[in-house]
Nanobody, 115 residues
Framework: QVHLVESGGGLVQAGGSLRLSCAASGIIFSINAMGWYRQAPGKQRELVAGITSGGSTNYADSVKGRFTISRDNAKNTVYLQMNSLKPEDTAIYYC?????????WGQGTQVTVSS
């Protein structure tokens, strides 16, 4: 049974940084490509960063150069380092497999960036 637990969100001023973590269980983590998604109020959920089992990464244009995704297969954990945060980064952040996410979604972690 898939279980994803996101953490690390919070309130930060524009220009600040946060590091999100996602602990996964119930999947063979090491062979899954994983991604970080976000959903802002009134908007659809979008993929912001992905990482393959081999460590190749991809980013949405809106976060390229500011966000870095990484993974630790020994800990079944995927991370998102977010720097130079902007108010438009405010959203609930989720992790899941990508490009096809599991039906199960965790609670997510709220990121709020004040101007």
């Amino acid at each position: 049974q898939v279980h994803l637990v996101e953490s690390g969100g919070g309130l930060v001023q524009a220009g600040g940084s946060l590091r999100l973590s996602c602990a996964a269980s119930g999947i063979i983590f090491s062979i899954n490509a994983m991604g970080w998604y976000r959903q802002a109020p009134g908007k659809q959920r979008e993929l912001v960063a992905g990482i393959t089992s081999g460590g190749s990464t991809n980013y949405a244009d809106s976060v390229k150069g500011r966000f870095t995704i990484s993974r630790d297969n020994a800990k079944n954990t995927v991370y998102l380092q977010m720097n130079s945060l902007k108010p438009e980064d405010t959203a609930i952040y989720y992790c899941n497999a990508e490009p096809l996410p599991y039906e199960y979604w965790g609670q997510g972690t709220q990121v709020t960036v004040s101007s």
